[in-house]
């Protein structure tokens, strides 16, 4: 199978790219571009190449250019637009932040594991994750869209991640109280690390959250609240999320769930609404979180 071979279906970059599957067929039809194959079932998949290609075709429409002008480009006039408009815009690492880095590039589980317990014993909780693993993924991602690091070493540094935070944070809520945070995303979101962030972030302060993870149908939702009496439900959508679709699916899911459960709402793709559904908080970053009160 094709999937196997290095290649990725459209749903995957959707995800990985932030681009509609609908957006990639039209750009296919008017601009030549991306040049999907098939697979054995007639369904379109991507090289890694086309893939890291318009991951950074991404970034540069994030940067105001359209796609009319950088789709017929190639690579090295990419490389000279990426150089000049990206260079002010770029995350820069401090040598613990650079250190991290090179262990992921080496795949060192080992060395990462002590570097990100170092700055976790010198940071806390919250500093660490707002200054060390925000930073950080926000840099691996632009390392991978310049080619600089490969798929699976982003993957890796996702996998490290989840299991030393997951494991800071169970020591965080041993003495918390009952749950008053319910955290999941919704079908079609599969970005499941902001979830994780805002949890630490959560514990931080001494708050329970149960992270039900990504994809979770509404009314396993609404279950799982009446399971966990919890007391906010936080969704998160990442830009990968179909971006028409979200006032609508956040305004279903008040409805859905008990008026005295608050709904908190944030991350990329929610980041440009203006005007959300009656019932709905957004919180623009993990800093900026609301008060709670115990």
């Not at 994809?215 to 939702?221: A, E, K, R, S, Y």
Request: proline letters at 4%; charged letters at 20%; hydrophobic letters at 40%.
């Amino acid at each position: 199978m094709l999937e196997k071979q290095g290649y990725f279906s459209i749903g995957n970059v959707e995800r990985d790219t932030g681009i509609g599957r609908d957006t990639l067929r039209i750009w296919e039809r008017r601009y030549g571009f991306p040049e999907p194959m098939r697979n054995e079932k007639g369904e379109r998949v991507y090289s890694e190449t086309q893939l890291r290609r318009l991951q950074r075709v991404r970034r540069l429409l994030d940067q105001g250019m359209r796609p009319g002008k950088l789709l017929p480009l190639g690579e090295l006039a990419l490389d000279e637009i990426e150089a000049r408009l990206l260079s002010t815009t770029s995350v820069s690492l401090d040598q613990n932040g650079s250190a991290i880095i090179d262990a992921i590039s080496c795949a060192d589980a080992g060395r990462l594991d002590l570097l990100l317990q170092k700055q976790y014993e010198a940071q806390g909780m919250h500093n660490f994750v707002l200054q060390t693993v925000s930073p950080l993924i926000t840099a691996v991602g632009e390392l991978w869209a310049s080619g600089q690091l490969q798929i699976f070493q982003e993957h890796f540094l996702s996998t490290q991640l989840t299991g030393f935070l997951n494991t800071k944070i169970a020591k965080l809520q041993k003495n918390s109280n009952k749950p008053q945070f319910l955290l999941a995303t919704l079908p079609s979101e599969e970005h499941s690390l902001g979830l994780l962030m805002l949890r630490a972030i959560l514990a931080s302060r001494g708050v329970n959250a149960i992270n039900l993870g990504s994809q979770v149908p509404m009314d396993q939702i609404a279950k799982a609240i009446q399971q966990f009496q919890v007391d906010i439900v936080a969704i998160t959508f990442s830009s990968a999320y179909p971006y028409k679709h979200i006032r609508a699916h956040l305004a279903e899911l008040r409805e859905l769930l008990p008026a005295q459960v608050e709904i908190w709402t944030g991350g990329e793709g929610v980041r440009r609404l203006r005007k959300l559904p009656v019932g709905i908080s957004k919180f623009n970053s993990l800093d900026k979180l609301p008060l709670i009160s115990q």
